[in-house]
Nanobody, 126 residues
Framework: QLQLVESGGGLVQPGGSLRLSCAAS????????IGWFRQAPGKEREGVSC????????YYADSVKGRFAISRDNVKNTMYLQMNSLKPEDSAVYYC???????????????????WGQGTQVTVSS
């Protein structure tokens, strides 16, 4: 069964940085589209950043564009979300997700991703 294990969350001050990691128990990560999502209390889960299996297409939510960067290491079968210049409104539970690649860039919305990690808490506060 495909499993995703997240790490890297924590408490940081505004303006700080975190790097989230997600290790995937897959044969080859390059056969999967990957995404990072977040959900704040009382809000719907939203797409933060997604990247296609071949790395050719990348999406960032407007709220994080220029501050966050998604990447993947297909040798280690690990995906990352580098978060810089963090703001209090970035506080949420962050989830990684994967889906078999479809060739075309899938929508970076939760409903298009069938496989999810357990989530890791990110809190940005003074």
């Amino acid at each position: 069964q495909l499993q995703l294990v997240e790490s890297g969350g924590g408490l940081v001050q505004p303006g700080g940085s975190l790097r989230l990691s997600c290790a995937a128990s897959v044969f080859a990560l390059d056969y999967y589209d990957i995404g990072w999502f977040r959900q704040a209390p009382g809000k719907e889960r939203e797409g933060v950043s997604c990247i296609s299996g071949n790395g050719g297409n990348t999406y960032y939510a407007d709220s994080v564009k220029g501050r966050f960067a998604i990447s993947r290491d297909n040798v280690k079968n690990t995906m990352y979300l580098q978060m810089n210049s963090l703001k209090p409104e970035d506080s949420a539970v962050y989830y990684c997700a994967v889906a078999p690649k479809i060739g075309l860039f899938r929508l970076c919305v939760p409903s298009t991703y069938p496989n999810w990690g357990q989530g890791t808490q990110v809190t940005v506060s003074s």
